[in-house]
């Protein structure tokens, strides 16, 4: 690659615009190009300008761009935002016996039913959006890369003597006819430092120069956004973010996912508290509207186990209660970094009372009744004087396969079907009799003599958990916390200089501001105050009111 050799001796890499050395615009006449130098990069050689020839330059080309970058960031800001408008399929109680599609087109409708379709509801898992991410890393730290490294080489090693053609395509500049000796470089000197400049004088030029940390605000936000997104990524790798759903019915005690069995959770109560007309007058207009039915708050009693032996597929394991713990909404039961939040909860069928009876006596006395425990049915429940009722048949969550046969779901009894034989003294033999949701209903052509007639249902409430664990909370917060302070750092401080020139009869000042022009202005105007020196004008303002 051919390097660029300034009028003034330097030699510059090929694809600078201004001489590392002078300044002067290389490639251009400084005697007739009057637009102001372009100042973003200090004019320097940038990888992706200069090298364009094999494929690994053009990816590079691509990735540094920034119309790319913001692109990336838009495409990815969008799907985020779609993917936020409805819950996450993680983060949502599904009803027993709902499918996840089911349970999005009941509660969304067909918007529902395409955000579920489109793979929206598990959108921060899904291959496409990690990709995405992927790219907005891998560009934002090739856009760094290109610009950072040879802005920094060029700034840590300016030149105080720049060339005139330099000075006066600078945005602020002017021109004093003054005789040298009236000028004092070491008033000019004090004057900037009392406004914080740094200065250097070198051949009777001065340089000073203030805030520059300011431009690596923006790489310092970009590290802050590299090292959040990694912090996402890794939470991708298991053990590291666990976020799990949990359901507990009342009673049980179940092992917590993501803890490879080494810690149970038993649900001893759970308590639903509903506001009333007594607590607070506020809700009186919405109690009445939701008929009086409002949920004040919901609590799970619940006791965090862990087990002390060793773990044994269908071995009941050896507990050890660690702690008794209230779950509220806002009150998570936290543990070797995990935390349990309380989601919401569903009351679910636990029992059903029948009563034997025969069909020409069926509003008198029962001959005895039954309770079916939905979880653990019995297989024979026997009434005396030689009345016994059989569970021929029991499914819990009763569906039709694809070849139209009966089958389960779940061992939740969600939808339960029950296949009764009723044994008398007149019908040993038995006659049946199901259950289904829909009633008791007796098979076609059948002529019982004897019935079940239904008489109650228990519920069991159904706590609903969320299991979280996430070890890059840490890195995240301090890639956010980096990110926030480029912002600052690029927002706040300015990197302002100022070169000045004396010549035998002729003063040339210049400057130059990555923002906030008008304070640049205000600020020359006190340096320069009581001089005999020609302030510096902003030569695209001015000229435009000209």
């Keep these: ?38 100042m973003r990069y200090e004019g320097v050689a940038r990888r992706s300008i200069i090298h364009k020839k094999s494929f690994i330059d053009k990816v590079w080309t691509i990735f540094s761009s920034v119309k790319f970058a913001i692109c990336l960031l838009f495409i990815t800001l969008v799907a985020s935002a779609i993917g936020s408008l409805l819950p996450q399929e993680k983060n949502t109680v599904i009803p027993f016996g709902t499918t996840v599609e089911q349970f999005f087109e009941a509660e969304y409708g067909v918007f529902g039913s395409i955000f579920y379709m489109l793979g929206f509801h598990k959108l921060y898992g899904t291959w496409w959006y990690i990709t995405l991410v992927f790219l907005v890393a891998a560009s934002l730290i090739i856009c760094s890369l290109d610009r950072f490294v040879p802005l920094y080489r060029a700034l840590k090693k300016q030149r105080v003597e720049r060339s005139n053609g330099f000075m006066k395509r600078q945005r602020f500049f002017s021109s004093t006819k003054i005789a040298s000796s009236k000028v004092n470089m070491t008033e000019l000197e004090q004057r900037l430092k009392k406004h914080h ?84 007058k506020a809700f009186a207009s919405a109690l009445e509207k939701n008929n009086g039915s409002i949920i004040k708050s919901y609590t799970t009693h619940g006791v965090l186990y862990k087990s002390v032996s060793e773990t044994i597929a269908g071995a009941t394991p050896e507990l050890e209660e660690i702690t008794e713990y209230d779950v509220m909404m806002n009150k998570p039961l936290k ?64 569906s039709l396969d694809e070849d139209e046969q009966p089958t389960s779901l779940s061992a939740n009894p969600n939808n339960p079907f029950i296949l009764f034989k009723m044994i008398t003294p007149e019908s040993p033999d038995g006659e049946t009799i199901y259950f289904t949701m829909l009633g008791l209903l007796e098979p076609n052509n059948s002529q019982n003599n004897y019935a079940l007639n239904y008489v109650q249902e228990g519920y069991d409430y159904i706590t609903y958990l969320l299991v979280k664990k996430d070890l890059m909370l840490p890195v995240l917060f301090v890639g956010g916390t980096i990110f926030i302070i480029g912002v600052m750092i690029g927002s706040f401080w300015y990197h302002r200089r100022v070169w000045i020139a004396v010549k035998e009869d002729e003063v040339l000042i210049a400057s130059h501001t990555n923002k906030n022009y008008f304070g640049l202005r205000r600020e020359l105007e006190k340096v320069l105050e009581e001089l005999p020196l020609t302030i510096p004008e902003d030569q695209l303002v001015d000229n435009k009111k000209k």
């Excluded at 694809?15 to 007739?32: D, I, M």
């Excluded at 970009?222 to 939470?235: K, T, V, W």
């Excluded at 359901?247 to 509903?274: H, L």
């Design 197 to 280: 400049y740094n200065v250097r004088i070198e051949n009777q030029s001065l340089l000073a120069e203030k805030g520059r940390f300011s431009r690596w605000g923006p790489y310092i936000n970009h590290i802050g956004l590299i090292i959040f997104i990694a912090g996402c990524m890794l939470r991708l790798v298991p053990g590291i973010h666990i976020e799990e759903s949990l359901a507990v019915r009342e009673g049980d005690t179940v092992v917590i996912p993501g803890t490879d069995g080494a810690y149970y959770f038993k649900n001893n109560e759970f308590i639903v508290e509903m506001y009333d007309e007594e607590d607070n």
């Design 335 to 398: 543990f070797d970094g995990y935390a349990i939040y309380q989601m919401g909860y569903d009351a679910q069928f636990s029992d059903i009372t029948f009563a034997l009876q025969k069909k020409e006596n069926s509003y008198g006395k029962p001959i005895g009744t039954i309770t079916v425990d939905l979880m653990n049915p019995e297989r024979t429940y026997d009434l005396g004087d030689g009345y016994v009722v059989v569970i021929e048949e029991y499914l819990p969550d009763f």
């Design 1 to 38: 690659m051919d390097r660029v050799k300034c009028v003034c001796g330097h030699v510059n890499p090929h694809g600078t615009n201004l001489c590392e050395a002078c300044g002067r615009s290389l490639g251009h006449n400084e005697k007739t190009n009057n637009k102001l130098v372009d």
